[in-house]
């Protein structure tokens, strides 16, 4: 992989007010955008907070759903600890390995892996949503008028022992049609860079089609599929996000360094864009050999 091709986070410019057609051109070669100060110190200390809000919540209400942590006998990076609150979207997961009954909150903190279903939790989340924000101002320019918001995640990497999410397109977990209606949303709440795992990507790859995934630590490509010598590393500071192409083929590495990575995601699809059933989007989501390519395909059959 070519980390060394990363641009300083520093360098990346700030999130403009419109996107310009330059910008709309880079996003189609590319695949992605990255910018800085798309959110503003405050937004940033009121995320972490709320992040914080949430694990103590739910690791502390015993009406909330737990699920133990699996024996650590598979390499999949899932089997860590869960909670949910019963008739809600929110859920928190826990890193493989790590048993929170009985820990402190804060060190609970320490050992998440996944948020989803956080927006309603607080008001930063809906306010950075809100169709006056910045956020919202690229996303439109980038998907049209009234893109429509369909999942929501908190993605961390804690120190020492964040594990990676290998390479992978972000369509193959979904059924949406058409293929280019979805974007992806990274927003870094502490500086991501190349050792707590920032994202990784392979600009252009969004217009090579489906790449077949299987199961092995996640629902993943096979590096042998990708020309990994075009990868690059885009490391973005708190506050700053990227904007990218459901099929644009991306990672994050593991996070050895002991500076914990904390990220909001959020995926748009396109206000005519059209959610298909399985079939459907199998005929459509296929590799260059005609293989259908998504992670439920390989759940079916076996990969």
């Not at 709440?189 to 199961?215: Q, T, Y």
Request: glycine share 8%; charged share 20%; with cysteine.
């Amino acid at each position: 992989m070519n980390t060394l091709s990363a641009a300083p986070s520093g360098s990346l410019p700030v999130c403009p007010s419109r996107l310009t057609n330059d910008w709309i051109d880079q996003y189609q070669e590319n695949g992605y955008l990255a910018f800085s100060h798309v959110l503003s110190p405050v937004e940033i200390r009121a995320s972490r907070q709320a992040l914080a809000d949430i694990t103590r919540d739910l690791s502390q209400d015993p009406r909330v759903d737990y699920t133990p942590p699996r024996p650590p006998t598979s390499t999949s990076n899932q089997g860590g600890a869960r909670y949910a609150r019963a008739g809600t979207p929110l859920s928190m997961h826990l890193e493989s390995g790590y048993d929170p009954v009985g820990q402190d909150p804060g060190d609970v903190e320490l050992k998440v892996r996944k948020y989803c279903g956080f927006s309603g939790e607080a008001a930063v989340f809906q306010n950075m949503l809100a169709p006056s924000s910045r956020l919202r101002a690229v996303v439109d320019g980038l998907l049209g008028a009234d893109p429509l918001l369909f999942q929501e995640m908190a993605l961390v990497k804690p120190a020492f022992i964040g594990s990676e999410k290998p390479w992978h397109q972000d369509n193959a977990y979904f059924s949406v049609m058409p293929l280019e209606a979805i974007l992806g949303v990274w927003i870094a709440l502490d500086d991501a860079r190349v050792e707590n795992g920032c994202m990784h990507v392979l600009p252009g790859g969004h217009r090579d089609g489906a790449l077949k995934h299987h199961h092995g630590v996640d629902c993943q490509i096979n590096p042998a599929l990708l020309d990994t010598a075009r990868a690059i590393a885009v490391p973005v500071p708190a506050g700053g996000a990227m904007f990218f192409y459901g099929m644009l083929p991306h990672e994050t590495p593991p996070n050895r360094s002991p500076e914990r990575r904390r990220a909001l995601q959020f995926h748009f699809r396109g206000a005519q864009s059209r959610l298909v059933d399985e079939e459907v989007y199998d005929r459509e989501f296929r590799n260059r050999e005609g293989i259908p390519a998504s992670c439920r395909s390989a759940s079916r059959r076996g990969f």
